[in-house]
Structure formats: structure tokens, C-alpha cells
């Protein structure tokens, strides 16, 4: 089936150290999005890219960074992490192909910060 | 700047009775897109039922109904029928229509208690 895979699904790590998520998907969507979602809040957009164009938001802080080497895969960097940073990550992609298209997540990554 | 309001923090329902979930959302746009998603605990999010703002006939997914009103820039979503595998937090979402707008903007959630 085509879908949305997060790895890993849990992650530790210790505060200020580095720590990469993957995402990939093989449903070949040309948008892929990357959101940060705390206990029983919605999803916060962190950023996304249509293709290899990067969008981040205004508001996203400057210890998160992406890169999307190609369409499957997305990575999320955060470099120095910190005790506000432990969230559930969620990465989902979209078709722009299809008006309707409505977002595909995957299963998401919980971030704890030590 | 469009917004998604869902009020509903909490919401209950016995099992096989129906229930419904409020949104209602801000925009200046003409034509967009509503979605409903379901997060069960710990598990994936998953699209529920989705609406084209000019499709006047409301959408219907089995026992997942929505009442779009969009005069009153309201999408409320029900439930028949509810069974234990119903619970979970419920997301509304906006998207406008594409040329440039690649951008989801979900609500802060409801969510749903099934009582047996």
C-alpha cells in the first residue's frame, strides 16, 4: 500500500543534542509537510515543500531546519534541542495534482527530551 | 488570515447514538476546501470526510455526515451510530484552493468519549 513512514517512532535524546527524523512516502506526492503537535493541541506547521521549493513558517524557530533530498524522503534537524521541543512530530504529504487532495500522514515521531 | 475554530473541547456520546462535532472557520476566500480527520490515541491521523465549498450537497461517508453551511462559515461533522472505535480527538481543517496556498490550518481538536 502506498503511505507515509515515520522512523522512528519514538526517539530520545539529550537536551542540545542533535537529532534527525526521516520521513519517506511512496504515494509520489509532490508536497510534503512537516508539523509539531503537542499533548492534546492541533498540529503546528513547522514547514513544507512543494517539490524542492522550501516554505517555513514565520514563526518556526531557527533550531529546526529541513532538507528533502528527493521526492520520498524529508528529514527534520533540530540542533540543539530543548525541554520545549519534546512534541509529536508528524509528517504528511499532499497532491497538488488533485484540488481535493487532503493531507496523508504518516504515524509520527515522539520526541522526548532529556 | 483564515481561522478554524472547533469549541468543543470534550464531547461524550453513548454507543450507537449519534453525535455531532462543531467547526466553524473565517476566510475571505471564495472556494476551499473542509476536511475532518480523526487522531485515535497513539495512532495515525487519518482523513475522515472531506468538502468542496462549492458543492452545495453535503458529504457523506457512512455513519460521517457533515453539515456545511457556508453562509454561516460553519462544517459540523456527525456521527451515527457510534461505536468504541469512534473515540479519538477530531480535527477540522481548512485548505484554500491552490496558486500558491499549499497550507492546511486545523483546529484545536474535540474530543470524542464513547460510553458503553
Known amino acids: 500500500d502506498a503511505m507515509v513512514i515515520q522512523n522512528p517512532r519514538y526517539q530520545v535524546t539529550q537536551f542540545g543534542k542533535p537529532v534527525t527524523l526521516s520521513c519517506s512516502q511512496t504515494?509520489?506526492?509532490?508536497?510534503m509537510y512537516w508539523y509539531q503537535q503537542k499533548s492534546s493541541q492541533a498540529p503546528k506547521l513547522l514547514f513544507h515543500y512543494y517539490d524542492k521549493d522550501f516554505n517555513n513558517e514565520a514563526d518556526t524557530p531557527d533550531n529546526f531546519q529541513s532538507r528533502r533530498p528527493n521526492t520520498s524522503f524529508c528529514f527534520l534537524d533540530i540542533r540543539s534541542p530543548g525541554l520545549g521541543d519534546a512534541a509529536m512530530y508528524l509528517c504528511?504529504?499532499?497532491?497538488?495534482?488533485?484540488?481535493?487532495?487532503?493531507?496523508?500522514f504518516g504515524n509520527g515521531t515522539r520526541l522526548t527530551v532529556t | 488570515a483564515q481561522t478554524v475554530t472547533q469549541s468543543q473541547p470534550e464531547m461524550s456520546v453513548q454507543e450507537a447514538e449519534t453525535v455531532t462535532l462543531s467547526c466553524t472557520y473565517d476566510?475571505?476566500?471564495?472556494?476551499?476546501?473542509l476536511f475532518w480527520y480523526k487522531q485515535p490515541p497513539s495512532r495515525q491521523m487519518i482523513l475522515v470526510i472531506r468538502q468542496e465549498a462549492y458543492k452545495q450537497q453535503n458529504a457523506t461517508e457512512n455513519r460521517f455526515s457533515v453539515n456545511f453551511q457556508k453562509a454561516a462559515k460553519s462544517f459540523s461533522l456527525k456521527i451515527s451510530d457510534s461505536q468504541l472505535g469512534d473515540a479519538a480527538m477530531y480535527f477540522c481543517?481548512?485548505?484554500?484552493?491552490?496558486?500558491?496556498?499549499?497550507?492546511?490550518?486545523f483546529g484545536t481538536g474535540t474530543r470524542l468519549k464513547v460510553l458503553a
Open positions: 481543517a481548512y485548505r484554500g484552493t491552490p496558486s500558491g496556498t499549499y497550507k492546511y490550518i
Open positions: 476566510t475571505s476566500e471564495s472556494d476551499y476546501y
Open positions: 504515494l509520489n506526492h509532490n508536497v
Open positions: 504528511a504529504t499532499s497532491s497538488l495534482d488533485r484540488e481535493d487532495s487532503p493531507l496523508h
